[in-house]
């Protein structure tokens, strides 16, 4: 089974930058799709992005067209979410987790999570 790391999170003033990085270990990417996830203090974790890794389809929460960017790198099993024009609302633990269908939303669709990471946009 896969085993997923994220890192990258931060503090950052509301209209920065941040990268978080999903990085595998123990299995490979490879005929699964990647989705980051973010849970807020008593809030459901909700999708975020995705990326299918052999077709390389991209899905975006509406609320972050535009301004997130979900990638990956095969040579390091990884994928990033860049995030740009940061808003407080942004505010949540970041999760990567893996699933198969290119546009699964529901966090009930992917599994092996990782720790998460803390991203923190102050206004």
């Known amino acids: 089974q896969v085993q997923l790391a994220e890192s990258g999170g931060g503090l950052v003033q509301a209209g920065g930058s941040l990268r978080v990085s999903c990085e595998a270990s123990g299995r490979t990417f490879r005929g699964s799709t990647v989705g980051w996830f973010r849970q807020a203090p008593g809030k459901e974790r909700e999708f975020v992005a995705s990326i299918n890794w052999a077709l390389r389809i991209t899905n975006y929460h509406d609320s972050v067209k535009g301004r997130f960017t979900i990638s990956r790198d095969n040579t390091k099993d990884a994928v990033y979410l860049q995030m740009v024009n940061l808003k407080p609302e942004d505010t949540a633990v970041y999760y990567c987790?893996?699933?198969?269908?290119?546009?699964?939303?529901?966090?009930?669709?992917?599994?092996?999570w990782g720790q998460g990471t803390q991203v923190t946009v102050s206004s």
């Open positions: 987790g893996v699933g198969r269908r290119p546009f699964d939303t529901r966090p009930d669709q992917y599994d092996s």
